[in-house]
């Protein structure tokens, strides 16, 4: 933002000539060598016509004369060789008007004094840039008519004006930015430096970055005659200080936001003070991200005006509040937010104030709390004036942790110290200024709770912590490339080693096929007595101290030469009853089965009826019960009855379970449910 706005101006080191009379119709070039033109009657740029003043020019006015554009006039000075505009001896003339409505007209690098008003636009395009007002009873004043020509007023220097710096009237296409504006209204009346009218048009400037400050009114004032509303102007990233008013709005609106309007009020005076004064019951500006500080009041509110200072309630985010509000204190020592002595009720939600807490907050606001008379002025919620971190991130990799911070978006008048890092509830970092964050040799498998803090000052705080608990589990890499091959009798296994790199040490591999485990610390492993044609689905994983990698899958169907020794297959038959309330009987028969050794170079063997067991598992897969059956007879119904208890003879509770006939070389499952 450019509030220190240096207008350079060459002083002249060449001695004055007399110089040359000018009056009447004027066109052409006025160059430095005819210095001065002294203005010794009313001037008039022609229809159709055009005057260029050139670098170096003065122009001294000799009586209440006014030069009248009616063609256009290009005054272009340099940073180095300005042209100047004055009244002889401090005679007060009429100044510039330009009246031409199609053909644009330039001031740069030009100082412009003692005028009634020193440009003034009647629909008539301008750019004015680097130019110096002082000592005019008014600056600039703009009139637009129907379709608003173009004004551009920028970089521009405008002081000691006993009126206005800028009076627009009704014009919608106007820019104010970078300007320095002050030491207006010194004649005492009650105007803006920058001051908005409308009888009955569309007013909706734009002013924006400027340094507006040290007026005896209004740093800004709008005022629709009317009541209509027509006047909207964009204010927009300003610092607006040291005015008895920073912005008055009346019967007006706009759109207020960015802004610094900080410290305005006239000491000893009781009626001054106000950062933002709304008034008539069609105002209701809205006002985003403004600092008001250090002004009597923050916000002066009366008949009938409401303010749009912060909905998070309504679908737009354009009018979310987040504006910093907070010592606004009178000559009585009374701190007043927002002073409210409309009838209308007051959005001001989404705002930081003088504390964080309600009822502290309550006391800097006058409302229909104080007097029923008038509207309520809703500030709730509001953010906090220690913002935490927007958020904390974290990344892991190869045992280094790091620690990513991301600075609040919220807003606060607090100044910013640093942030405060903990694990474990130890402070391992006291306000650092830094967003990132390295822990070295960071634990696997161990949850560690990490959190972040802000501190602040001025005032002195903390914000609330962020916190969130890590937890890096430990690299347990599965053994790679598992293979199988179907030999006369057996399955071999084969698999290479996990990959390097896992994190825990390693201790077995475990061999899952058919509800059976088996555990080898070789790359390679046999199978023995699978059913011939039974496809069966096997399972490798590695087992690390830290626990067990995921698996390897692999289905196969086992073919081998023995399918003829496979008799009598075994049926489990059922269970009565099911449902069940205190026992169930679970039958099966068991048949002849031909089994074979279970190690290579051993005889083959056949047992008539080897032993059974019959496992009762819950729906968890946890066995509860268990049954074993020794040398049960061939082809005979068998049966044992569960009376609903596990192995500890502890009654389990009702639900779903699995029973389970196995056999070497044979299984079967049926479900169970028990209802108490």
């Known amino acids: 933002m450019h509030k220190c706005i240096a207008i350079l101006f060459m002083i002249f080191s060449c001695t004055l000539l007399a110089g040359i009379d000018v009056f009447g119709d004027q066109s052409g070039v006025w160059s430095a060598e005819n210095n001065p033109y002294n203005v010794i009657g009313d001037i008039t740029v022609p229809d159709n016509e055009s005057l260029e003043i050139q670098p170096g020019v003065i122009v001294e006015v000799q009586g209440i004369y006014q030069i009248t554009v009616i063609g256009d006039i290009q005054v272009n000075g340099s940073v180095t060789d300005s042209i100047r505009f004055y009244g002889n001896e401090g005679l007060i003339w009429e100044g510039i008007r330009l009246e031409n409505e199609t053909l644009e007209n330039n001031f740069g690098y030009c100082l412009i004094k003692n005028a009634e008003t020193a440009i003034n636009s009647i629909n008539s395009p301008i750019n004015i840039s680097n130019c110096h007002f002082n000592e005019n009873e008014k600056a600039i004043d703009i009139f637009g008519i129907g ?68 007026n005896v009114w209004q740093g800004i004032s709008a005022w629709d005659v009317t009541g209509a509303g027509n006047i909207y102007p964009l204010i927009d990233d300003n610092i607006i200080e040291y005015n008895l008013t920073g912005i008055y709005l009346y019967y007006a609106n706009g759109e207020i936001r960015n802004n610094q309007i900080n410290n305005n009020f006239v000491s000893g005076n009781p009626n001054s003070g106000a950062g933002v004064m709304i008034s008539g019951s069609t105002s209701c500006p809205v006002l985003t991200c403004n600092t008001i500080t250090g002004n009597f009041t923050g916000f002066y509110i009366t008949d009938g005006a409401s303010a749009n200072i912060g909905d998070i309630n309504n679908v737009s985010t354009d009018d979310d509040g987040m504006n910093l509000i907070y010592e606004n204190i009178d000559e ?27 009822e502290e907050i309550g006391v800097t606001i006058f409302d229909d709390n104080d007097n029923p008379a008038f509207g309520i002025v809703d500030y709730e919620p509001y953010l906090p004036i220690f913002p935490p971190p927007d958020s904390v991130t974290y990344y892991y990799s190869q045992g280094i942790l ?40 960071f634990p696997y498998g161990i949850p560690v709770t990490y959190g972040v803090s802000i501190s602040y000052e001025d005032p002195p705080g903390y914000s609330a912590m962020v916190d969130t608990t890590i937890f890096v589990p430990h690299l347990l890499n599965p053994p790679q490339n598992l293979g199988y091959q179907i030999v ?13 790199g896992s994190t825990s040490t390693f201790l077995h ?168």
């Open 147 to 214: 379709n608003p020509a173009e004004i551009n007023i920028n970089t521009c220097f405008i002081e000691n004006c006993q009126q206005n710096g800028v009076f627009i009237v009704e014009n919608s296409n106007v820019t104010i930015n970078s300007c320095n504006i002050t030491q207006c209204a010194l004649d005492g009346q009650p105007r803006g430096a920058i001051q908005l009218s409308s009888q009955g048009g569309v007013n909706d400037p734009v002013i924006t970055d400027n340094w507006i400050h040290h």
């Open 332 to 358: 009585s020592f009374n701190t007043w937010s927002v002073y409210n002595m409309s009838s209308a009720d007051i959005k001001a939600e989404n705002n930081v104030w003088d504390s964080d807490d309600d």
């Open 488 to 500: 006369d009798d057996h399955v071999h296994l084969t698999w290479d080693e996990p990959e390097p």
């Open 509 to 676: 591999y475990n061999i899952y096929i058919d509800g059976n485990q088996y555990q080898t610390e070789n790359t390679s492993y046999d199978i023995y007595d699978l059913i011939n044609g039974q496809v069966y689905q096997l399972e490798l994983t590695a087992e690390y101290n830290a626990g067990e990698s995921d698996p390897l899958e692999v289905e196969f169907t086992y073919t081998g030469t023995f399918a003829d020794d496979d008799i009598h297959p075994v049926t489990l038959l059922s269970n009565y009853p099911n449902p069940f309330n205190t026992e169930t009987t679970i039958y099966f028969t068991a048949g002849s089965i031909g089994l074979r050794s279970t190690s290579p170079g051993q005889a083959q063997n056949t047992e008539t009826c080897p032993p059974w067991r019959i496992s009762i598992y819950n729906i968890k897969g946890q066995k509860v019960k268990e049954f074993l059956i020794i040398s049960p007879s061939p082809g005979h119904t068998l049966s044992v009855t569960w009376d609903g208890t596990d192995d500890n003879r502890k009654s389990v509770p009702s639900g779903i379970y699995f029973c389970k006939l196995k056999t070497r070389g044979y299984s079967k499952t049926i479900k169970i449910l028990l209802m108490k």
């Open 402 to 441: 790091i620690i990513q911070i991301y600075p609040p978006s919220t807003p606060t008048y607090a100044s910013f110290c640093g942030y405060n890092i903990y694990e474990d509830g130890s402070q391992i970092a006291y306000n650092t200024p830094f967003t990132f964050w390295v822990i070295a040799n």
